[in-house]
């Protein structure tokens, strides 16, 4: 699965090109609420993960970790362009409040996670996990700090959210160290 973990980085690179083209706020919202709604099914999944269904469940929710990552990657083409214009006044809050709701649902994804982790441990997925945690850090670094240049008007907030994100991972990555 180490593979996996150069993923990420390429179509972040990759994703980065799309922006050339295109820059909304109503674009980022939807791909926030995308990724969001992906994640939400995932823990749904993992929620319901035990020691018995873990051999068949557990590669599925790494697999499924890599979309999230993919999908994240796909909706920095978004927020990551030439010339950017910052959103302002409703804009910019309708964007932040998607942001919320992003953080919101990654937190109790990775809570969820590091509570399953005896359970990927027995099957010996842990090392999957881990790498899929470090991905996931790396593309939502990459994210936030696009997102946080274009609602400079909610820069204080979209910083205290990227700071709750990161404490998160940070916590789940140790757990699965």
């Known amino acids: 699965m180490k593979a996996f973990s150069l993923i990420p980085l390429t179509l972040a690179a990759?994703?980065?090109?799309?922006?050339v083209?295109?820059?909304?706020?109503?674009?980022?919202?939807?791909?926030?609420?995308a990724v969001s709604k992906a994640t939400?099914?995932?823990?749904g999944t993992l929620s319901s993960m035990s020691d018995a269904n873990v051999a068949r469940e557990g590669p599925i929710i790494a697999v499924?970790?890599?979309?999230?990552?993919?999908?994240?990657?796909d909706a920095i083409g978004q927020v990551d362009v030439v010339d950017p214009k910052p959103f302002k006044g409703r804009e910019a809050?309708?964007?932040?409040?998607?942001?919320t709701g992003f953080?919101?649902?990654?937190?109790?994804?990775v809570s969820t996670l590091i509570n399953k982790k005896a359970t990927f441990q027995k099957a010996g997925l842990t090392g999957d996990i881990a790498n899929c945690l470090l991905?996931?850090?790396g593309v939502t670094d990459a994210y936030f700090g696009d997102v946080i240049s274009l609602i400079p008007s909610q820069?204080?907030?979209?910083t205290t959210q990227k700071g709750s994100i990161d404490l998160s991972l940070e916590a789940a990555i140790m757990a699965y160290a």
């Open 14 to 19: 990759l994703s980065s090109l799309a922006g």
């Open 155 to 158: 820069r204080a907030a979209a």
């Open 103 to 109: 953080v919101s649902g990654q937190k109790e994804f």
């Open 40 to 43: 939400t099914s995932v823990r």
């Open 93 to 99: 809050e309708e964007v932040l409040t998607a942001l």
């Open 21 to 33: 083209f295109a820059q909304s706020s109503e674009a980022v919202v939807l791909s926030l609420q």
């Open 135 to 137: 991905g996931l850090q």
């Open 64 to 73: 499924s970790m890599q979309s999230i990552i993919s999908n994240l990657s």
